[in-house]
């Protein structure tokens, strides 16, 4: 801690420059900044010895304030504190704590490949008002890579816009706090919940990745007796309230009521909580699923016979069999996009908190519900069952912790559980016109909702008849028969791109053999190393300019982190060699994963088109 006695030489405000800064935050980020009538008796600004500014805080510590950076020269101590950043020389995205005065952040942005991004997490509005009075930010507030969060709106909407950054680029991530802040319990929460995307991304890719692509061919060659939510969302009532059904241990202790609110609610169970709903004989309206490893027994029971399930493009492909006609998709991507077209409104980076609760939560979303209700939404642990049906599949093996209950009380929870409700809590705060109850009787709070028993809901909220099975008939399916043929050529050039990378990535991996040791033993500036770069970039960009790259580095790629970088950094020789190791040891290994891609998509292919056929048969 920085703590002052001195008295240096003041510095006036300049309301000109606050003025100008206010005008430009409110211009990019919609927000009235406001200024404390208090703010000089908290703060105080005087100048360095280099003329840079350098702020206190009043009356931090007994009878001292405490003092924010150098007094010496403060960009100069700034830049020697970024130097001890441990930071990979890959793309980052990092979050901060603490404006300060810009000089840490503007040191960190310097230091820093020009890739990467900076979420900058202000815990006091009134000091970085406060500072805009002595300094021109317009650089800071309106450069693209920099996103500030000052108010308390703002800082709501951090973790929402982090992980929409990390799904989609998937960086590096790091937390780092500006030098005098304390530790703040908001931030500390934003960390680990980004801590726990990159971990479940990472793990996904590895374990999951390819299985999911696998169901993902499988529906785009099946279409043609399929439904998309957005046909769905045009034919919901406006008013409709939505009830989430979960399968967490709570859903005993109410599950009878929604025989009372069927008829009154959108009833949408999730996938396992229909072994329960079945033993109580209650029909939701529809199922939710996602999962491409989870088995279809969860949903082969008696009450979802002739229900439809609203599903991920990935859902398991015996589930998919399942409910062959009654499939309604939805999270469809940039590549269901190109294959099925604008119809089914591309969802890229959608944060659904890693579960199936999330998955409907953000079906209430585009459906534009306007009240959800929670059900079965424990989040936690009810004398040991961590799930109403009771079965042993999904046993959580991480630490367990005590978490803030509904009732007031504490709950036994995991890190996983805990992550599924940061989702919750990040959503309900980014919909500050939905309602959301939650009526699980039962486990984790969840901050933002309002705390009911099902049994009110059913008196108070779901009070109005709708006719659910009206909506679902006539639905139009996907695709017709020559929508489909153009899925099949679109998958045709597919299987030609594929060619093509693998072929380039043989060329690029010569040609970082040749740069790596132009890097070890002469200069990576030098002309031979340029001409052979231009022909890389050359090859580079051909792969980059196909769908099915982007497609293979989100699902087929095993170990996300090998990918290397859109741009190579070698600004020197110590920048290129691992560069350039690593990327001949990505590219020596691409040709395989096209072709096993390739055989693939030509199965699910040829699939489709038996299946095709043998419908043409049966209209016949």
């Known amino acids: 801690m920085a703590a002052d006695k001195m008295q240096r030489t003041a510095i006036i405000k300049d309301e000109k420059i606050r003025e100008k800064n206010f005008e430009l935050y409110k211009q990019r980020y919609g927000e009235e900044l406001t200024i404390n009538p208090d703010e000089d008796k908290k703060y105080r600004m005087e100048e360095a010895d280099d003329g840079e500014i350098v702020l206190y805080i009043r009356d931090a510590v007994p009878g001292q304030d405490l003092r924010l950076n150098s007094i010496y020269n403060p960009s100069y101590e700034a830049a020697r504190w970024a130097e001890k950043q441990e930071i990979l020389n890959r793309r980052t995205t990092l979050a901060i704590l603490g404006f300060s005065t810009s ?106 990745g390819r299985n999911a692509l696998r169901c993902r061919m499988y529906a785009w060659n099946h279409m043609r007796n399929a439904h998309i939510l957005a046909d769905l969302r045009d034919r919901i009532p406006k008013d409709i309230p939505l009830i989430i059904v979960s399968a967490g241990p709570s859903l005993r202790k109410n599950v009878e009521v929604l025989k009372k609110i069927k008829g009154h609610a959108f009833i949408l169970a999730t996938d396992r909580a229909l072994i329960v709903l079945d033993e109580y004989d209650v029909t939701p309206d529809a199922i939710i699923s996602l999962d491409a490893e989870k088995s279809p027994d969860f949903m082969n029971v008696k009450v979802a016979r002739d229900i439809p399930v609203i599903c991920s493009y990935q859902l398991n492909i015996d589930s998919q069999k399942l409910f062959y006609d009654r499939r309604i998709f939805y999270h469809a991507l940039g590549y269901e996009y190109d294959l099925i077209g604008p119809k089914v409104e591309a969802q890229n980076g959608l944060d659904q908190g890693g ?53 007031g009380g504490t709950v036994v929870s995991n890190d996983m559980w805990i992550g599924f409700r940061d989702f919750f809590e990040r959503r309900i705060a980014a919909n500050p016109d939905m309602r959301v109850i939650d009526a699980t009787e039962g486990g984790a709070f ?13 008196d108070t909220v779901c009070t109005k008849e709708y006719n659910l099975q009206k909506i679902f008939d006539d639905l139009p399916f996907a695709q017709d028969d020559k929508e489909y043929e153009e899925t099949l050529k679109c998958e045709d050039q597919w299987l030609k791109d594929l060619d093509m990378i693998a072929k380039n990535s043989e060329e690029i991996e010569v040609l970082c053999r040749q740069l790596l040791r132009i890097s070890k033993y002469q200069n990576i500036d030098d002309a031979a190393a340029a001409k052979k770069l231009n022909k890389m970039d050359k090859l580079r960009l051909e792969i980059y300019g ?75």
């Open 355 to 407: 579960n199936v609760s999330g998955g409907a939560f953000t079906v209430c979303e585009f459906l534009d519900i306007k009240t959800v209700i929670l059900i079965g939404q424990d989040l936690a642990f009810l004398n040991g069952m961590h799930h109403a049906d009771k079965r042993s599949d999904g046993t959580p093996t991480g630490k367990t912790r005590e978490i803030p209950g509904i009732d």
């Open 103 to 208: 000089v840490f952040i503007r040191a960190l942005f310097k230091k820093l490949r020009p890739d990467s991004m900076f979420f900058v997490f202000e815990p006091l509005e009134d000091l970085f008002s406060f500072v805009c009075a002595f300094a021109d930010l317009s650089d800071i507030i309106m450069e693209p890579r920099i996103k500030l969060y000052v108010t308390d709106n703002q800082r709501k909407n951090i973790s929402n816009d982090m992980v929409h950054d990390l799904a989609t680029f998937r960086p590096e991530s790091k937390g780092i706090i500006t030098p005098f802040y304390s530790e703040n319990e908001a931030f500390t929460k934003v960390c680990a919940e980004m801590e726990n995307v990159m971990a479940s991304t990472a793990c996904y890719q590895q374990d999951r």
């Open 546 to 620: 196909t769908r099915i790259n982007t497609l293979m580095e989100e699902f087929w790629i095993e170990d996300l982190y090998s990918i290397p970088d859109y741009t190579f950094m070698v600004r020197n020789n110590e920048e290129a060699i691992p560069v350039f190791e690593s990327a001949m040891k990505f590219y020596g290994k691409y040709p395989e994963d096209c072709m096993s891609l390739k055989k693939e998509l030509q199965e699910a292919i040829a699939r489709g088109k038996e299946d095709f056929e043998k419908e043409k048969e049966a209209e016949r």
């Open 446 to 458: 969840i901050e933002g909702t309002e705390i009911m028993t099902l049994a009110e809901v059913a």
